[in-house]
Nanobody, 115 residues
């Protein structure tokens, strides 16, 4: 059973930065893909970024150039560096891991960006 735990969320002013971490109970290098989704109040959960086992990334247009995903295989951790944050980035951010055919989620971490 894979467990994912996010950390690093919080309150930040517009233009600021945060770094989210996702610690996995399994080897992150073993997963088919890992990444981040987010869900704002009253909205559907949406993709932020996914990275496959080869390191190929897929960013949402709304975050490309501002957010960066990275992976530390030794620590079994995936990171999301978020720069130039905007109020519309406010959401609960969820870590996601794919180990086909299974899909795993963390409990989420709140990110709030004030204007």
């Amino acid at each position: 059973q894979v467990q994912l735990v996010e950390s690093g969320g919080g309150l930040v002013q517009a233009g600021g930065s945060l770094r989210l971490s996702c610690a996995a109970s399994g080897r992150v290098s073993s997963f088919n893909a890992m990444g981040w989704f987010r869900q704002a109040p009253g909205e559907q959960r949406e993709l932020v970024v996914m990275m496959d086992s080869r390191g190929i990334t897929n960013y949402a247009d709304s975050v490309r150039g501002r957010f960066t995903i990275s992976r530390d295989n030794a620590k079994n951790t995936v990171y999301l560096q978020m720069n130039s944050l905007k109020p519309e980035d406010t959401a609960v951010y969820y870590c996601n891991a794919v180990w086909a055919p299974y899909n795993y989620w963390g409990p989420g971490t709140q990110v709030t960006v004030s204007s």
